[in-house]
């Protein structure tokens, strides 16, 4: 399970508006607990790929990653998770996901149709790395479980 506030499940559906029509990227930053994730911050990264390749896939550069891994350190937070955007797309993890995530780690994706967030699941690699199994969304205040964002 993830935990996180409502004014994160905002900031992520945001960027995906902004970055619209492309992909937008960023890091999920908080603790791991048994069985549980704790998100505290969510920080936004912009994506690397090329503009013409933004559409369908992201990456996060090296770089990049590493300063938001010192970013975390200073405030006392792991980095333990990633977001991005599907435009156009549902928010299942696409098989260029797959074969670019890790285990242990979350993945939130947002659905962005024609520039507006509708949907945001959270997904968390089968120890094998077979595929994607859904993981539940605890937002604080606790009430929407399955988050639609509109
Ligand atoms: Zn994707």
């Known amino acids: 399970m993830i935990q996180l506030t409502e004014n994160h499940l905002k900031e992520i ?3 995906g508006e902004r970055d619209y029509p492309h992909e937008c990227c960023g890091l999920l930053l908080g603790s791991f607990n048994t069985g549980l994730k704790t998100i505290a911050e969510v920080y936004p990264i912009s994506n690397a790929r090329e503009e013409e390749a933004k559409r369908n896939r992201f990456l996060i550069r090296p770089e990049e990653l590493m300063r938001g891994e010192r970013y975390a ?3 006392g937070l792991e980095v333990v998770g ?3 955007s599907h435009p156009d797309h549902p928010a299942v993890p696409s098989a260029y996901d797959l074969d670019h995530a890790w285990p242990v780690f979350s993945y939130i994706v947002v659905s962005i149709m024609a520039g ?5 699941r959270s997904w968390e690699m089968e120890p094998d790395r077979s ?5 539940e969304i605890s937002a604080r205040p606790p009430r929407a479980v399955s988050m639609k964002v509109s």
């Open 73 to 75: 350190q200073r405030q």
């Open 82 to 84: 990633f977001y991005h």
């Open 131 to 135: 595929r994607f199994n859904e993981e």
């Open 116 to 120: 507006a967030a509708r949907d945001l």
């Open 13 to 15: 559906a945001a960027h």
